[in-house]
């Protein structure tokens, strides 16, 4: 059986209930455990986006710890499924004057509220490990996002059968509901998703700080005419 096949049958060891229930306890410790350890992935996915011509969507934007690292000159929309997360983030744009943030909106990734083509740029920070259906996120990124644009990924992928994967797919099999992520990761869930899509194309693949844990992926949505979101238009959305 293939590595994402054996993902996909063990999803039911995570679904957005649990995942809700899990950052619900989170929340008030998440910027304690998580800030520093997972910074260098939120600079990077910030600095990938900088070059974005036109909005920016931040999916599991969480307390926002990435949304100061945005450039004053851009213009993000945050999502979360989890209330607690969200209304940290919000405490966060008020106290830090973040006037590059449009917009936090609570929202299943697999079901966003956003037209077709809304966005230049969609990133995901320490996400896709942490929701059921992984591919099922990335159609929902590629739908709104608008050609030429590119999605930025961040998370944990998984090596192959040493003892850290052994160890991971145990952790997986027992911890993952309580956890709310999966620590199982394997590269063909992305790398797969990309094959079936031929309008999108991988860019880059890097590992980052610390220790190669985690991995910065770039997938650009192929435009019939490059640079089409040089001349796409400001967003406008009616956001809370
Ligand atoms: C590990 S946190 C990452 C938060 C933030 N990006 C960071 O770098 O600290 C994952 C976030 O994804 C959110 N999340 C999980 N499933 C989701 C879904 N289906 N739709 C939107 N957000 C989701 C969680 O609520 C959580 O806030």
Not at 54 to 60: A, C, E, T
Not at 117 to 124: D, E, L, R
Not at 227 to 239: D, M
Request: a neutral charge.
């Amino acid at each position: 059986m293939s590595e994402a096949r054996n993902y996909f049958r063990d999803v039911e060891t995570l679904d957005n209930g649990n995942v809700e229930a899990a950052y619900a306890r989170w929340a008030p410790i998440y910027d304690l455990t998580f800030d520093v350890l997972l910074k260098p992935g939120r600079r990077a996915a910030a600095a990938a986006a900088s070059g974005a011509r036109g909005p920016i969507l931040d999916v599991g934007v969480g307390t926002g710890l990435e949304l100061p690292l945005f450039s004053r000159h851009t213009q993000v929309v945050g999502v979360d499924l989890s209330e607690p997360m969200l209304r940290r983030a919000a405490q966060r744009v008020r106290r830090e004057r973040l006037d590059q943030v449009a917009g936090l909106v609570k929202m299943d990734a697999t079901r966003m509220a956003f037209p077709d083509a809304t966005f230049a740029c969609v990133v995901a920070p320490y996400m896709l490990t942490v929701v059921p259906e992984p591919q099922a996120v990335l159609d929902e990124l590629a739908r709104v996002l608008r050609p030429g644009g590119e999605i930025v990924l961040v998370n944990h992928v998984s090596g192959k059968d040493d003892a850290v994967a052994l160890f991971e797919a145990w952790l997986d099999r027992h911890m993952a509901p309580k956890l709310g992520w999966r620590p199982q990761f394997p590269w063909s869930i992305i790398g797969d998703w990309i094959d079936r899509n031929p309008q999108m194309k991988l860019v880059e693949r890097r590992p980052l700080a610390p220790f190669g844990l985690f991995t910065l992926t770039r997938i650009e949505r192929v435009s019939a005419e490059r640079n089409e979101c040089a001349k796409s238009a400001p967003l406008e959305l009616a956001l809370a």
